[in-house]
């Protein structure tokens, strides 16, 4: 049995009008980190879900036995159950988030619109894998935590204290998975880029606006960390976020 949540990192959900977005976390994180982004689009109008990915959000202990499928399956679900309440759908996500909405879009051509945040696509290498999988192997289970890169004084994200390794090396598999489909992309996509960030490689943001097919717009935020959505340019991120909605939702989210 899972413990209670953090507070703040509960799933948060607002109904609109006709027109859905999903909105997905980060590794390690919660919908603390996109709470703000959340509210934003469902102030818009839109019909939004902002869920709990598996073992996340109440203690690092429950993250520690899930893998990349229980996450993608997760994410899947809520894409569906959505797509059964809208007429649309599209969807947000921060780091692992994005790589989540990434997988998406490559498994349903229907998504409509991508707003991605600093994703991760390209893992790290071989070496640097197998050093995690030495210490797998010595007993260590949990590394220093990756959360709250942020440059905001003041500002701090409610991630784990703790990086849970094997579910790390599960995550680097399936951003693998990810970015040998990224020609399969046709959404439009909306990608945030930090200057600066101390989690996922610039290259990432790189690979993916190389290779998906779709129309793809890069935002490049100059004052802000890793979980922009919580630091100086996420003002930025949210209006851009919601004018790209409503071009690819057709307008507001109200009936239409």
């Not at 703040?8 to 859905?20: C, K, L």
């Not at 019909?47 to 994410?75: I, K, N, Y």
């Not at 994200?157 to 990810?178: C, I, K, N, Q, W």
């Amino acid at each position: 049995m899972s413990a209670p949540f953090i507070p703040g990192a509960e799933p948060w959900s607002s109904t609109g009008g006709t027109r859905g977005v999903l909105v997905l976390h980060g590794f390690t994180g919660n919908p603390q980190s996109m709470r703000p982004l959340a509210e934003a689009i469902a102030a818009a109008g839109y019909t939004v879900d902002l869920p709990v990915l598996p073992g996340h959000g109440t203690t690092l202990s429950d993250m520690l036995p899930t893998r990349w499928e229980d996450w993608w399956e997760a994410a899947d679900a809520a894409y569906r159950a959505l797509g059964d309440r809208c007429t649309t759908v599209a969807v947000a996500g921060l780091s692992m988030g994005g790589t989540l909405a990434c997988a998406l879009a490559e498994a349903h051509p229907d998504v409509a619109g991508l707003s991605l945040v600093n994703p991760l696509i390209v893992a790290p290498d071989e070496e640097f894998r197998r050093g995690i999988q030495a210490l797998l192997d010595e007993g260590t289970e949990v590394f220093d935590a990756i959360g709250s890169d942020i440059a905001k004084d003041g500002a701090t994200e409610a991630a784990y204290p703790g990086t849970p390794l094997a579910a790390a090396l599960s995550l680097f598999e399936g951003a693998d998975r990810v970015r040998s489909r990224l020609t399969d992309i046709r959404s439009p996509l909306l990608l945030f880029s930090s200057r600066q960030d101390h989690v996922v490689e610039p290259v990432s943001g790189d690979v993916l606006a190389d290779s998906v097919a779709g129309r793809l717009e890069r935002v490049f935020l100059e004052r802000s960390y890793h979980v922009a959505t919580l630091d100086w340019d996420a003002p930025e991120i949210e209006s851009r976020t919601v004018g790209f909605l409503h071009q690819v939702l057709g307008g507001s989210g109200g009936p239409g």
